[in-house]
């Protein structure tokens, strides 16, 4: 799965209080992506990365912030965590030359 | 924004029996791909699809592009339970960004 890990893989936090997930891949792709995942919604993109220090907003960025200071990793942050960004967080890459993306194995986040 | 609008939403069968699932665009698309959810897994790629009017198959898997390129269609023949999950669309207007169908739940009456 193209050398894809996300941590942590579950996480239960309190409203109000900063997260930050990680996404790691070892085979030096370029693009990187955050999406969440939430039923009804399929899958909706955060933010992407399309290199070191080089990240975009998607459809659902408010809430959020990434940074991307090496290759390999590419982290989500939230600020201040509210309920409503209890989700399931997918990151993913794209394989160079193709618009194919793989999806690392997710992260569960609960904010109560 | 770009849409894609999927196709039904949940489909229940029972195994043996045939499954499809539809994406449908207003505009026309440069490529579609297709992906497939495992009950508390991740996206896993299937195919991307290019040609107007293409068709691809892998084992009881058909793929079909429409000949405008603003739809298409995946196609189970005789489920099995190892279907089971949520099948999505996604497209590209080649730019960095892929947008993705709500996605069709697959379940599998044994």
């Known amino acids: 799965d193209a050398g894809i890990t996300q941590s942590p893989r579950h996480k239960v936090t309190e409203t109000g209080t900063p997260v930050t997930l990680r996404c790691h891949q070892t085979?030096?792709?370029?693009?990187m992506y955050w999406y969440r995942q939430d039923p009804g919604h399929g899958l909706r993109l955060i933010h992407y990365?399309?290199?070191?220090?080089?990240?975009d907003k998607g459809e659902v960025s408010d809430g959020y912030s990434v940074s991307r200071s090496k290759t390999e990793d590419f982290l989500l942050t939230l600020e201040s965590a509210t309920s409503s960004q209890t989700s399931v967080y997918f990151c993913?890459?794209?394989?160079?030359?193709?618009?194919?993306?793989?999806f690392g194995p997710g992260t569960r986040l609960l904010v109560l | 924004g770009q849409q894609v609008m999927q196709i039904p939403q949940y489909q229940h069968v029972q195994e043996g029996e045939d499954f499809t699932t539809y994406c449908n665009s207003s505009?026309?698309?440069?490529?579609i791909q297709w992906y497939k959810q495992r009950p508390g897994g991740h996206p896993v790629f299937l195919i991307q699809?290019?040609?107007?009017?293409e068709v691809k198959k892998q084992k009881r898997l058909t793929f079909q592009f429409g000949e405008a390129k603003k739809n298409s269609s995946l196609h189970i023949t005789a489920t099995q339970t190892t279907d089971v999950g949520t099948y999505f669309c996604?497209?590209?207007?080649?730019?960095?960004?892929?947008?993705f169908g709500t996605g069709t739940r697959l379940t599998i009456i044994p």
């Open positions: 699809l290019v040609k107007s009017g």
């Open positions: 505009t026309t698309l440069s490529n």
């Open positions: 990365s399309y290199g070191v220090k080089d990240t």
């Open positions: 085979e030096n792709h370029r693009y």
């Open positions: 993913a890459i794209r394989v160079t030359g193709t618009e194919t993306q793989y």
């Open positions: 996604a497209i590209s207007f080649g730019n960095e960004k892929l947008t």
